[in-house]
């Protein structure tokens, strides 16, 4: 039985990231939510730990997910969600590098577009 993962990290201490790409910045428990699709929520922590990697949450759901692989590293998402979180890490590898890169150096994280 898999239950919710808790991921204990602070709400980033950035400047200003109150704005990406001139919308507001919506965030989950204090992290930038930079993409949401079919009912995924995708989230990046600032300053995070290697390897590189994201957090999806669908319902009561959690994961961490490995950018490069597309690897389920924590947490569990039901299968259907993975697939999408899977075919969405394909089209958008370097995008999520880039914002990797970006919450490593505190800057305001930018949206990445969603599943159609």
Known sequence: MWS???FPHPAPSVGDPGTLLGHPVRTVDGVPRISAFHGIVIAMYFADHPPAH?????GEHEAQIE???????????????RE???????LHRDELMDDW????????LRRIEPLS
């Open 101 to 108: 890169a970006r919450a490593a150096r505190q800057e305001p």
């Open 67 to 81: 950018i490069e692989t597309g690897e389920v590293l924590r947490g569990y998402l039901p299968r259907r969600a």
């Open 84 to 90: 999408l979180v899977e075919e969405w890490v394909g």
């Open 54 to 58: 994201f957090h999806a949450r669908f």
């Open 4 to 6: 919710r993962v808790r």
